[in-house]
């Protein structure tokens, strides 16, 4: 079987921060605006007043404290609350290619590659900004990359399932050099006006070079032991925007055109799949959870985390074992394991193993297991 290594990966950074307490002040002066605007059918009881959100709630229950977005202005604005960008011409680089773009010439440079040596682009994401052409294909084009290029989605699992798709078509031969793209910019489809959720997302894009391992000439390369892709249906994460809307009559504004969770039901019900899921593939290749050096998990939440950590090693998990990200970067869709991923990694040793794994709406699990070369 042909070998297969990750040679690369590189991160785009949105260049505007919001801290939990712009968040929460932003949203709390929304709540107000609301409840004024609607003050007499509070009294008359036909109406329920919306509820303040808090920085105490959000860092206990999630561990976020920060998130990354392409626009704050609009997010914070009372009247908005959500991202504003300007829509662009065809003949212009969209603005999801662009973010790709320059997370791909990091993880290239990373990876010693130019666009000539890439010969497949996957561009995967919980959210794509336009229908077709792929935006894989402008991707492709703007790096100047040979092949073929196709998008796919799986939500918040859609950098790992894409990854295997690369490291499969370098194993059948219908690529050798393959640039995965996750472009997350979830502040457009996050529901910044429910308490439930408001703090949830922000926004990033990865980028991974997956190659031969006979092509690979980076100084830091991870074989790809073994991948494995899981799904079970769960309405419990659910975004019903789609272009089907318009048949539909449907508004187009509605609270399900946008992210909306179940988020206890996730917790719950998504950890005990996880954990089960790493300790089987890990069993197919005859390793226990704790010859793991290091687990680059999903970052939706610190205690899922934890909580996957403690079912696979039995004890109490440490940043070392597993890297945490989410603080700093909120949850990014399927771009998190694979930022913990890209942060921390440069201290493993040759022959170390470790896992990427993602889990979230579908429900989804993907999995891969790596080891320093
Ligand atoms: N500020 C203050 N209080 C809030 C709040 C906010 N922003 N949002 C909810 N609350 C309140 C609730 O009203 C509830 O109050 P009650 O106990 O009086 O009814 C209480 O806090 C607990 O709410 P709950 O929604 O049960 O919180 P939680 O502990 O489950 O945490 C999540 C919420 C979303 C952080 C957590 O469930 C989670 O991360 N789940 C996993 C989600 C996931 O992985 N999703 C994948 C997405 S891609």
Same mark, same amino acid.
């Given at each position: ?15 505007? =921060? ?9 949203? &709390? ?16 009881? =036909? ?12 860092? #206990? ?27 662009? /011409?065809?003949?212009?680089? /969209? ?6 773009? *320059? ?7 990373? !990876?010693? #590659? ?9 561009? /995967?994401?919980?959210?794509?900004? $336009? !229908? ?18 196709? *998008? ?18 370098? $194993? ?9 793209? &996750? ?9 910044? #006006? ?28 991870? *074989? ?6 899981? =799904? ?7 975004? &019903? ?24 039901? +996730?917790? #719950?019900? %998504?950890?005990? %799949? ?5 300790? @089987? ?8 959870? @704790?010859?793991?050096? $290091? ?9 899922? &985390?934890?909580? %996957? ?8 998990? =440490? ?45 989804? +699990? ?8």
């Amino acid at each position: 079987m042909t070998a297969v290594v990750i040679s690369g990966t590189g991160i785009y950074q949105p260049p505007f =921060t919001i801290t939990n307490a712009e968040l929460v002040a932003s949203f &709390n002066a929304y709540v107000e605006q609301q409840n004024a605007l609607h003050a007499d059918a509070i009294a008359a009881g =036909t109406r329920e007043p919306l509820t303040p959100s808090s920085v105490e709630f959000i860092e #206990k229950a999630s561990g976020i404290k920060q998130r990354y977005v392409m626009d704050k202005e609009g997010i914070l604005d009372i009247n908005l609350m959500y991202p504003r960008f300007k829509e662009r /011409s065809d003949d212009e680089l /969209s603005l999801m290619a662009e973010i790709a773009v *320059d997370a791909a010439r990091k993880a290239m440079a990373q !990876a010693g #590659k130019t666009g000539q040596d890439i010969d497949a682009v996957i561009c /995967s994401s919980a959210n794509m900004q $336009r !229908a077709y052409p792929a935006m894989a294909i402008e991707i492709q084009q703007a790096i100047g990359a040979r092949g073929y290029g196709f *998008d796919m989605n799986v939500a918040c699992s859609a950098a790992t399932f894409a990854l295997e798709q690369a490291v499969n078509a370098i $194993r059948s031969g219908s690529a050798t050099c393959v640039l995965v793209v &996750n472009p997350e910019i979830t502040s457009a489809h996050q529901e910044w #006006k429910d308490r439930d959720c408001h703090f949830i997302f922000g926004d990033v894009c990865t980028a991974t070079i997956v190659e031969r391992a006979d092509t690979a000439t980076a100084a830091d390369q991870w *074989d790809v032991l073994g991948s494995q892709l899981a =799904t079970q249906f769960s309405n419990n994460i659910r975004n &019903n925007f789609g272009f089907m809307n318009r048949s539909e009559d449907s508004d187009p504004l509605a609270r399900d055109k946008t992210f909306r969770q179940e988020g206890r039901k +996730v917790f #719950k019900e %998504v950890v005990p %799949v996880a954990a089960a899921h790493i300790e @089987t593939q890990l069993a197919k290749l005859s390793l226990e959870p @704790t010859q793991v050096r $290091r687990y680059w998990l999903h970052q939706a939440n610190q205690s899922m &985390n934890q909580l %996957v950590i403690r079912k696979l090693v039995g004890q109490e998990p =440490t940043a070392d074992l597993a890297p945490l990200i989410l603080d700093e970067y909120a949850n990014t869709a399927s771009a998190g394991s694979v930022i913990a991923f890209h942060q921390h990694r440069a201290d493993l040793q040759s022959g170390d193993v470790g896992v990427i794994c993602s889990f979230g709406a579908g429900y989804s +699990v993907g999995s891969l297991v790596l080891r320093k070369r």
